[in-house]
């Protein structure tokens, strides 16, 4: 029967087939599948009916009823309220939003106060150092009369990695999830003789602060989560960006002058101010480098730093253009190479950290004078800006 009228379709002369739905022609069975809600329709009611014939038994009527409520169970708490419209997306929330509330969520952004609506981060070197054992322990009658067995365990704590046997694939691993826990660390550390032909250089110590200045900072700048696969790249592009010791192999002569490079590349970076706050980073790298009261203990917090330094870098390298490879690439060398450097070298991490206390003494009391100067200024001015100038000379018509 030649079918009347063309396709409904692709418009072709000869259509022989109609919709039962909506009576409309069409010549083959893909433009009929592209009809849209009547072949969806008529797929269903086909399903259906098909399901309908091959019902099974009560028993595997009951396991599935059974699995369909384990299922249910399993669900998400979320997915109820996304299936309500109750969980938007992020551009669903900014379209609802004011141009004002726009305006002052930018504003957060910019001025970094954004960080202050987070959860208070504690930076894992002052967690560590209040779950240490006490400087003084009181011993009892018996702790008294059988010294040896307390004298044994000191042993054992000095050397803790040959008592208990490494994690299986810790090197490979990422560090524990909790930001305010101690970082791993590696199970060896390279000899210097390794990473190096020939002596090191007595300016190797004063690249630590540095270092650690960028490390702190971002650190808190980012509220802890640091190992983030999402904002690792913008991190190390930080460390880089604030440590020339890391990014540009630049030579320090002294601790004042690596402190001050650090400062100086937050304010050349158009960094915000991080939590912490100038002085409060400067102090975090005396703590680290101060590590432990414990002298078997001292370089614990310094390894674990640059360990966590080198472990960021490996990851954002994996995750940045090409071309910025070889620079990420080179800074994590440099910070394993610290890291075999204060191994060997933990006796100077003491002084390095009295003379990071001298800096940062001065920069509380250079921060103290800048405000008192400050507040004298806008006593005299009123306010915090000073008023327009009046001109000296003024014509007169």
């Known amino acids: 029967m030649e079918a009347s009228g ?16 909506c009576h409309v022609r069409f010549c083959s069975v893909p433009c009929y599948r592209e009809h849209g809600s009547c072949a969806r329709d008529f797929q269903a009611r086909e399903l259906q009916l098909r399901l309908r014939d091959q019902r099974g038994d009560a028993g595997a009527r009951g396991r599935l009823r059974e699995a369909l409520l384990r299922l249910r169970e399993l669900r998400e708490p979320g997915d109820a309220e996304a299936e309500l419209g109750l969980d938007p997306q992020a551009d669903d929330l900014w379209e609802q939003l ?33 779950e240490g054992p006490p400087l003084v322990q009181l011993l009892g009658a018996q702790d008294a009369q059988d010294p040896q067995p ?35 660390l590696p199970d060896v550390i390279r000899p210097l003789s390794d990473l190096t032909g020939g002596p090191v250089s007595p300016l190797v110590r004063f690249q630590l602060p540095n270092a650690l200045y960028a490390y702190a900072y971002a650190l808190s700048l980012y509220n802890g989560e640091v190992d983030d696969a999402q904002i ?19 030579v320090f002569s002294c601790t004042g002058e690596a402190l001050q490079a650090a400062l100086q590349a937050v304010v050349d970076g158009r960094y915000p101010e991080c ?12 703590q680290i480098l101060r590590g432990e009261p414990t002298p078997e203990k001292r370089s614990r917090f310094s390894l674990a730093a ?22 990420i690439y080179k800074a994590k060398k440099k910070c394993e190479f610290l890291l075999s450097w204060v191994k060997e070298n933990e006796e100077e991490l003491p002084l390095l950290a009295l003379e990071v206390q001298r800096e940062y003494v001065a ?35």
């Open 150 to 184: 307390q004298q044994e365990g000191a042993q054992e704590d000095l050397h803790p990695a040959s008592s208990q046997p490494p994690v299986a694939g810790e090197r490979n691993q990422p560090p524990a999830q909790d930001s305010n826990s101690l970082p791993a």
């Open 232 to 250: 690792v790249p913008e991190v190390c592009e930080t460390l880089l960006d604030l440590s020339a010791a890391l990014g540009a192999r630049r």
């Open 6 to 21: 063309g396709c409904g379709l692709c418009q072709a002369e000869r259509a022989p087939y109609t919709c039962p739905r």
């Open 363 to 397: 920069c509380v009391a250079d921060a103290k004078e800048v405000g008192a100067i400050t507040q004298e200024l806008e006593k005299m001015w009123g306010g915090k800006m000073p008023p327009c100038k009046q001109p000296l000379i003024e014509e007169l018509d």
């Open 306 to 327: 640059f360990a966590h330094l080198a472990r960021i870098l490996g990851r954002g390298k994996r995750r940045v253009s090409l071309g910025d490879q070889p620079r």
């Open 98 to 130: 004011t141009s004002q509330q726009r305006h002052g969520f930018q504003e957060l952004l910019s001025s970094g106060k954004i960080s202050g609506l987070l959860p208070p981060w504690k930076p894992w070197w002052v967690v560590a150092s209040q």
């Open 275 to 286: 939590p912490l706050g100038k002085a409060g980073t400067m102090q975090a790298v005396g």
